[in-house]
């Protein structure tokens, strides 16, 4: 039974690179052995992982936090997604609320094939709160929320036209004042659309249009 999440891993062609752009939105991030490095969050840890030989940055792996049970691969049927647990948080230091005010993440999307196999993994066997489980016919698509802990697990299914294979698709970074963090980030130069409002009554949005890694990435101002 997991409680919370522990990190995201974000898979890349060079670490000292990707950390040099991504410090731009997010802050210095600190080494953590084997040509990794990482930055702890008030909910997850941010770790960057060099994937050599890669052109592209991708979302790798997300680890959970199970407190009674050793380090494992969590079993994800013949998707398998790389989702993982241990018992205690991997990345040490306090955590912070970063130089551009970004204070966590929001929550992670996953695309998938199989929606109701989700609510067998995530909900049924993992624990996870299931928070939404709607249709969008707008877009063709299922939504579910999954939550645990103080972050959530957004999981997508195109009922038109589905992935072939489950992988996590982009993050959503938690602002408490997204005036300030975005005026932070012109002066980081990092490239931005509008703010606007955000598809939950009362939140604000704006998307990251540069120094995300390539990773599709939101901005939210939580409703006040």
């Known amino acids: 039974m997991v409680t919370g999440f522990d990190r995201i891993t974000l898979a890349v062609p060079d670490v000292d690179e990707a950390a040099a752009s991504y410090a731009k939105?997010?802050?210095?991030?600190q080494p953590l052995g084997d040509n990794a490095r990482g930055l702890a969050l008030s909910n997850v840890g941010i770790a960057l992982q060099e994937n050599v030989g890669a052109d592209t940055s991708v979302i790798a792996g997300l680890t959970m936090l199970d407190e009674e049970n050793p380090a494992h691969k969590l079993e994800s049927g013949d998707r398998n997604l790389p989702i993982f647990s241990v018992p205690a948080r991997s990345l040490s230091g306090e955590p912070v609320t970063t130089s551009t005010g970004i204070a966590g993440v929001d929550h992670l999307v996953l695309n998938?094939?199989?929606?109701?196999?989700?609510?067998?993994l995530f909900n049924s066997e993992l624990g996870m709160r299931l928070a939404l489980d709607q249709?969008?016919?707008?877009?063709?698509?299922?939504m579910l929320f999954f939550r645990c802990g103080k972050m959530t697990l957004e999981v997508i299914q195109n009922l038109d036209n589905p992935v072939e294979q489950d992988h996590f698709w982009g993050i959503t970074y938690l602002c408490p004042n997204?005036?300030?963090t975005i005026a932070q980030l012109d002066n980081n130069g990092v490239a931005h659309s509008e703010?606007?409002?955000g598809r939950k009554p009362g939140t604000r949005v704006a998307t990251v249009k540069s120094h995300d890694l390539g990773i599709p990435t939101l901005l939210i101002e939580p409703t006040q």
Request: with cysteine.
């Open 178 to 180: 997204l005036n300030a």
């Open 195 to 197: 703010i606007r409002d």
């Open 25 to 29: 939105l997010l802050g210095d991030f």
């Open 112 to 120: 998938t094939r199989d929606a109701d196999d989700c609510i067998r």
């Open 135 to 142: 249709e969008v016919p707008e877009w063709g698509g299922r």
